[in-house]
């Protein structure tokens, strides 16, 4: 009968049923002298919830207000620093940036020719250049133009295939005409 009670609460504990008292009892059930080493486990479970988060001592509260120091505000005195800095990073931003656009609208290119005929010369050199380095890549092309061959070997390689399916066709012809003994077995069925 107490098993049966005790299996009862257990499911309702589990299913998140049990009210305090039920569980109260059922404690005592698993705790009782005459029960199983089945429950053995929920008697560990059940033992592990009756000890509860113990409160802090008064010690801890006042370590923890002394770290925390509810009185001070760390930051006021370095608010005026903390003001220059911000005041001084702003000034260096400013400074940086018109020494940078400063380079970089003087830096207009310079005219290097004089003779026009001698600045027209070199252009067509340096395009002459440009335009050989550029066909230069296209020599490993080259190899890509062989797979334009394997279509027509896979062509001649379908005739053999065909063939071939021929001949055995023939054969197998003669198979209808010649059963060996495992065919006659089937044809006899």
């Given at each position: 009968?107490?098993?049966?009670?005790?299996?009862?609460?257990?499911?309702?504990?589990?299913d998140?049923?049990?009210?305090?008292?039920?569980?109260?009892?059922?404690?005592?059930?698993?705790d009782?002298?005459?029960?199983?080493?089945?429950?053995?486990s929920?008697?560990?479970?059940?033992?592990?919830?009756?000890?509860?988060?113990?409160?802090?001592?008064?010690?801890?509260?006042r370590n923890?207000?002394?770290?925390?120091?509810?009185?001070?505000?760390?930051?006021v005195?370095?608010r005026?620093?903390?003001?220059?800095?911000s005041?001084?990073?702003g000034?260096a931003?400013?400074?940086?940036?018109?020494?940078?656009?400063?380079?970089?609208?003087?830096?207009?290119?310079?005219?290097?020719?004089?003779?026009?005929?001698?600045?027209m010369a070199?252009?067509?050199?340096?395009?002459?250049?440009?335009?050989?380095?550029?066909?230069?890549?296209?020599?490993a092309?080259?190899?890509?133009?062989t797979?334009?061959?394997?279509?027509g070997?896979?062509?001649?390689?379908?005739r053999?295939?065909?063939?071939?399916?021929?001949?055995l066709?023939?054969?197998?012809?003669?198979?209808?005409?010649?059963?060996?003994?495992?065919?006659?077995d089937?044809?006899?069925?």
């Amino acid at each position: 009968m107490e098993r049966e009670k005790t299996e009862e609460l257990l499911r309702k504990y589990y299913d998140g049923l049990t009210s305090s008292e039920e569980e109260a009892r059922l404690r005592e059930l698993l705790d009782a002298s005459g029960t199983d080493d089945v429950f053995a486990s929920d008697r560990i479970l059940l033992s592990a919830g009756r000890t509860g988060v113990p409160e802090p001592s008064v010690e801890f509260m006042r370590n923890l207000e002394a770290v925390t120091r509810h009185g001070e505000h760390p930051g006021v005195r370095s608010r005026p620093y903390r003001y220059a800095l911000s005041v001084a990073a702003g000034i260096a931003l400013l400074v940086g940036s018109y020494f940078i656009f400063s380079t970089v609208a003087a830096s207009e290119p310079d005219d290097t020719f004089s003779d026009p005929e001698l600045a027209m010369a070199e252009v067509r050199n340096i395009l002459l250049n440009v335009s050989q380095n550029m066909n230069t890549g296209t020599g490993a092309l080259n190899t890509i133009s062989t797979m334009s061959v394997l279509p027509g070997a896979m062509n001649e390689m379908g005739r053999t295939v065909r063939s071939v399916d021929r001949s055995l066709s023939r054969l197998r012809y003669l198979n209808v005409l010649n059963p060996t003994g495992e065919e006659k077995d089937k044809n006899n069925e």
